[in-house]
């Protein structure tokens, strides 16, 4: 069993940066690939980026290429997900989650955080 804790979430301005961290605890942490999910108000959960257990392969979202980027550190246990160029649009609860194989897939995904608010003022 893998617990995940999201924290950096927050109000910013349009333009600006935040980055997301989502600890893991009970599990081999190292053996799991990694992805950040976002949900809007009224939207279904979508895909943002995703990394494989080993860090190789990091996958990441048309909306958001170039701006975001995801990492991983096996000790401590963390994965990060850098926002730079923020945009209104990338307004929505973010969550992180862990998964036997790196995927976009919502469904792909076993454990799940609580989520991290995100807001981006025009």
């Known amino acids: 069993q893998v617990q995940l804790v999201e924290s950096g979430g927050g109000l910013v301005q349009a333009g600006g940066s935040l980055s997301l961290s989502c600890a893991a605890s009970g599990g081999t942490f190292r053996y799991y690939a990694m992805g950040w999910f976002r949900q809007a108000p009224g939207k279904e959960r979508e895909f943002v980026a995703a990394i494989d257990m080993t860090a190789v392969s990091t996958w990441h979202a048309d909306s958001v290429k170039g701006r975001f980027t995801i990492s991983r550190d096996n000790a401590p246990n963390t994965v990060y997900l850098q926002m730079n160029s923020l945009k209104p649009e990338d307004t929505a609860v973010y969550y992180c989650?862990?998964?036997?194989?790196?995927?976009?897939?919502?469904?792909?995904?076993?454990?799940w955080g609580q989520g991290t608010q995100v807001t981006v003022s025009s």
């Open positions: 989650a862990a998964a036997p194989i790196i995927s976009r897939v919502v469904d792909r995904y076993n454990y």
